[in-house]
């Protein structure tokens, strides 16, 4: 059977999300975030990188959010649900499935740890100094870039009901975590569609049950 | 006839790699980054994110290095030169190229944002608190996380003499920007199979040729 190794709060959500979509039986072992919001370090015993999602599957280890899910659709979808068929549909299957983890979320866990450096463990002295360099980077560079990269999906969710076409694939699947963390940091106003594809995507049985079986999914802000 | 959008010193240098590779005609159309090392503002006028590389072909027009060069190798190497056949060659090439951007490079952006906080356009009097700032997240954080990727990249070369076999394939383009981002600013020494993999992507006349395309190759450390 399928092991999914899963840390609480992290990018594995969607491989659970994607399982519960294929119907998949799976197991999975549980990760707990350590106080840091690091990963444990037992994570390492299972893949060399000691990150999650990691899953394993009649002997391969397999790591990587955008490689697992082309795996599984691969190997569990022979109907191809959850892919596109058109050419079209089929290239911005491939582009968001790399957008999401190679463009997008870089920018916010940037925008994570610069909102980071006001707080502990920062010493209490370097706080507000902290605060004011973060204030500069995020003003000069960051803020600006997430707000282009937040027009750009809102614009394609707003002539798409899908990220790649009419239907649910592992292109949207890919893009919930940052699309959820977007919305949670992003720091950008009136994405009216964004809201309405997230909404969408959290009335989906699959997913209900993919937050019974992983725990609360709330991204920190 | 295909057109690569380049901007100098960036991720479209290894796009031009893989058209040489393939033999590909294209036309190049130049960008040069501003004095803030940022792409110039004309490039929202091919693609509303205004990054490099972006390719138009056929009316397509394509952003995401890992989604262009899966395009590339679909539309134009039917005898499959740059994707491997078997089935474990097939997962680690998807690994490879879903990592490259979505696990490496984030690490070694975050390094360049963190050794630019003791530097200009920083005010002078912050320069010594950011630098302080910097040394705390590198130390705690970052500089533990880069060695253990340089690890996992050095040893899984250490076995394969290509990333995804025994031959050149588009994981090795796309790695190859990170790989040298790695060498050039990740302090983490004793990387021997890391640097004779350069060295044999470097002795590549198609390589060769898209360095005499695409301008002097050199990442800031």
Redesign the interface.
Known sequence: MLTLHHLNQSRSQRVIWALEELGVPYQIVRYQREKTM?APPSLKKIH????SPVVEDNG?I??????IL??LQETYDPESHLKPQDAAHK?QY??W???A???L??LL??KL?FNS?GKP??PFG?RT??N??AQ??QK??LNGQIE??A??VE?HLAENSWFAGDHLSMADIQMSFPVFALLARGGVDNLPHLHAWKKKVEMRPAWQRAIQQGGPFEIPG
Do not use: C, I, Q
């Open positions: 690091l060399p990188l000691g990150k391969l397999l790591a990587e959010s955008g490689a082309e795996y290239t491939r582009f499935l790399h957008y983890e190679g463009s979320m870089p866990m940037m740890v450096l463990p920062v370097l100094l902290g004011l360099l500069g980077v000069g560079y282009t990269h027009r750009f614009s």
